[in-house]
């Protein structure tokens, strides 16, 4: 069974950077889809980034421009990098994988067998 633990998540004032980072254990993944999803208080959890097998990657209109998704590289870590941080960016931060291509609508969650617990991201004005 594959575990996902998130960590970088903290409080920062708006402008500012986070780089969240996954770590999966048993997941060989180079060859799995790997995103990175969020839910706000009171909102659905929604899709933020993902990382296909090839490399190619997909972004929320939201975070384009100001969010980059890597695997890392230390074996098996996801990273996430957050600049220019928003107060509307404040959410749960959770990452997702699947031992596969990512599905064909990149943010659908069915799609993704294996979640990480979450890391708290707090952006303040």
């Known amino acids: 069974e594959a575990r996902m633990v998130e960590s970088g998540g903290g409080s920062v004032q708006a402008g500012g950077s986070l780089r969240l980072s996954c770590a999966a254990s048993?997941?060989?993944?180079?060859?799995?889809?790997m995103g990175w999803f969020r839910q706000a208080p009171g909102k659905e959890r929604e899709g933020v980034a993902v990382?296909?097998?090839?490399?190619?990657?997909t972004y929320a209109d939201s975070v384009k421009g100001r969010f980059t998704i890597s695997k890392g590289n230390a074996k098996n870590t996801l990273d996430l990098q957050m600049n220019s941080l928003k107060r509307e960016d404040t959410a749960m931060y959770y990452c997702?994988?699947?031992?596969?291509?990512?599905?064909?609508?990149?943010?659908?969650?069915?799609?993704?067998?294996?979640w990480g617990q979450g890391t708290q991201v707090t952006v303040s004005s």
């Open positions: 997702a994988a699947d031992r596969s291509w990512c599905p064909a609508i990149k943010f659908d969650e069915k799609g993704y067998d294996y």
């Open positions: 990382i296909d097998r090839d490399g190619s990657t």
């Open positions: 048993e997941l060989t993944y180079s060859r799995d889809c």
